[in-house]
């Protein structure tokens, strides 16, 4: 057994040891590799350069061979009116056959003769001496002009060389010009991601804080519509009559109500919106109440949705509570929906309730957004190092608020999906639905007619028709597990804010500790 494990052990150092020497070869290539590609950078360093030159050089023998081009093509043009001058000179002697045609003022020259001024002691010399001073120029006159030209050319070969040298240097300086501007202005910044980003302990619960206020306001926000949306189908009776279609939107829009129809003939007493809001509330028993007396100058005015306007319905618009209903040719069996229309909330309209659906979503998805940049804070804050026994709790806290968050996000999503789930079973399962009181309201001619003054709730009926509405059980029963289980989720929501608040008191506890 030892010496298995021994000779393992000593396979293991051996392997150990090739692959040692394998990253140390490995690091030779790779070092070798990095001096060949500096050597190929500096070759190609040079070969830049070698190349700005040449192109240098280029540009300055194709200018070079421009203006010689321009010189010959100058004493060609040059060369082409001396000959046809000579031609025609040549063709009128011949024609003429005597030269002298060739007088003294056809010649022209292009600037005066110079005179010959004598010289002081010219007078002394004979003819003889003045003739070997001519033929003594004449002997040295051409080595000086040659030596001079040879000169010139010296001088024209430096001056070129110095232009070439010049104009190199600017070369290469513009090139490094370059290459410099484009490593100060090119600089790749790092994209930083949202988890790079390190908050301090305070700064992470102020975020945090204003975070969850603001998030307290879109709830309440959310709250109030969903108020505002349950109150406006629960006081829109499904009546028969059409909804007008919605008018084009304006600052303020007042539809004037006109002159209400007849009064029927037989009286009924209207449900008021508190007692409506009684049956309807949680938590609330029925009170019974008298109702107020009633006028026929003009219908009640059905609170509603009110964004910014006035909405007095007219006669073709839903009646109010409790309203009756008129009696027509083809429509002697309909009931009254006084009573149905609690249980039964209307489809809603096209426009506002709609718009207010899309509006909700909104706030839904914006305040999932939230919970998830409240989650990511209490992430950094929990990440930070250890301290001591406060941040440990305060640790435990945030994570316990991140989890509570998270399920009231949850909690609130079911909530909406029961709402829809019951809208939908509501519309689905209700339609054709009236209550079979209507003959219970009706009024018998030989009995006395009682004023709104006298008359007061049945509360049996009342419970009876909220409670158990004809040939809709199956429906009802499903409402009823609906409203159950969003009751259910509405408690589990409070429970978790409430201990979101202590949890929140605590914290603020903590930090004034901490101050």
């Known amino acids: 057994m030892l010496g298995n494990l021994a000779r393992k052990l000593a396979d293991l150092h051996d392997h150990i040891a090739e692959q040692d020497a394998k990253i140390e070869e490995l690091t030779l290539s790779l070092d070798a590799a990095l001096a060949r590609c500096s050597a190929l950078q500096a070759r190609l360093n040079a070969t830049f350069d070698a190349l700005d030159v040449a192109q240098s050089t280029r540009e300055v023998e194709e200018r070079t061979t421009r203006t010689a ?10 060369r082409d009116d001396l000959r046809d001058a000579v031609g025609l000179l040549i063709a009128k002697v011949e024609l003429e056959g005597d030269y002298r045609i060739l007088c003294a003022p056809m010649l022209k020259l292009g600037e005066p003769v110079r005179p010959i001024h004598p010289r002081p002691h010219a007078k002394h010399f004979d003819n003889d001496a ?45 090139r490094r010009d370059a290459e410099l501007e484009a490593h100060i202005h090119v600089v790749h910044i790092p994209a930083r991601t949202p988890e790079d980003v390190k908050f301090g302990r305070e700064k992470a619960l102020d975020v945090l804080d204003r975070t969850l206020a603001r998030n307290r306001a879109l709830e309440a926000e959310v709250r109030n519509l969903d108020e505002v949306v349950k109150a406006a189908r629960l006081q829109d009776p499904p009546t028969r009559v059409k909804t007008p279609p919605p008018r084009p939107s304006s600052s303020r829009q007042t539809l004037v109500a006109p002159v209400p129809p007849s009064p029927p003939k037989r009286p009924s007493t209207p449900l008021r919106p508190s007692l409506v809001n009684h049956f309807t509330s949680p938590g609330k028993r029925p009170r019974l109440t008298s109702p107020p007396p009633r006028t026929h100058s003009a219908p009640p005015v059905r609170p509603g949705l009110q964004f910014g306007r006035t909405l007095v319905f007219d006669a073709k618009a839903p009646l109010p509570f409790g309203a009756p209903l008129e009696r027509h040719g083809d429509h002697e069996d309909d009931e009254d929906v006084a009573f149905g229309s609690l249980l039964r909330p209307a489809s809603p309209p096209a426009g506002p309730l709609r718009r207010l659906d899309e509006h909700l979503d909104a ?153």
């Open 69 to 78: 081009l321009e010189l010959a093509a100058r004493a060609e043009e040059e």
């Open 130 to 174: 003045d003739e070997g001073d001519h033929e003594q120029a004449q002997t040295f006159v051409p080595s000086l002009m040659t030596s001079l030209t040879l000169q010139l050319d010296a001088e024209r070969r430096r001056r070129a060389d110095l232009e070439l040298h010049v104009t190199t240097l600017e070369a290469q300086l513009a």
């Open 363 to 515: 706030l839904h998805l914006q305040e999932t957004e939230l919970a998830a940049e409240r989650e990511r804070l209490a992430r950094v804050v929990v990440a930070e190092p250890e301290t001591g026994g406060p941040d440990d709790e305060a640790r435990a806290r945030f994570q316990r608020v991140s989890i509570l968050e998270e399920e009231c996000v949850r909690l609130r999503r079911r909530v909406r999906e029961l709402e829809l789930e019951r809208r939908a079973d509501d519309v689905d399962g209700g339609r054709g639905y009236s209550s079979p009181h209507e003959h219970e309201h009706e009024h018998d001619p030989n009995e006395p007619s009682a004023s709104p003054h006298d008359q007061d709730l049945d509360p049996d009926r009342t419970i009876r028709a909220l409670s158990h509405p004809p040939h809709s059980r199956p429906a009802q029963d499903r409402m009823a597990q609906l409203a159950a289980d969003l009751s259910t989720a509405r408690e589990e929501v409070e429970s978790k804010e409430r201990a979101m608040e202590e949890l929140r008191m605590q914290i603020d506890a903590l930090r004034r500790d901490m101050t």
